[in-house]
């Protein structure tokens, strides 16, 4: 393993679709919520990552008007996440020789299959977003 930090990519669509918290009454807001709740992962990694981590949300539709904050880096697809998604971890793949991880956060099968084609890692969405019944309050 190398200093390089891993990357890591949510598919934010899925990862707030996971949960069932009206999420749907405010797409942008849910998404400003998920990317918040990001932050520490990039210094600590999110579980089974080392950190520090390369923290990359990519957003779609009516979230796409939110923007980066310090330690995640926002992306808007222009059409479908699952492309845009595919298109990061293809350019990781290109330029990795080796040198760091790259984890996609998902729970869509079909996304998988394609990323891990390039040799990516998955995980699913509680691997940065506990269920709600597991928070402490």
Do not use: K
């Amino acid at each position: 393993m190398t200093n390089e930090r891993a990357l890591v990519i949510i598919d934010a669509a899925n990862v707030v679709g996971s949960v069932p918290d009206r999420w749907w009454r405010d797409r942008r807001g849910a998404a400003e919520r998920l990317r918040d709740s990001l932050v520490p992962y990039a210094v600590d990694g999110p579980p089974g990552v080392p950190g520090p981590a390369e923290l990359v949300l990519v957003v779609e539709g009516a979230a796409r008007a939110v923007v980066s904050v310090p330690g995640v880096r926002v992306e808007a697809a222009p059409g479908s996440g699952d492309d845009l998604v595919v298109a990061l971890v293809a350019a990781w793949a290109d330029d990795r020789a080796g040198r760091r991880d790259c984890v996609v956060v998902t729970a869509d099968r079909g996304l998988r299959q394609r990323v891990e084609a390039f040799g990516a890692r998955c995980a699913g969405p509680r691997a940065v977003r506990p269920p709600p019944w597991s928070r402490r309050n």
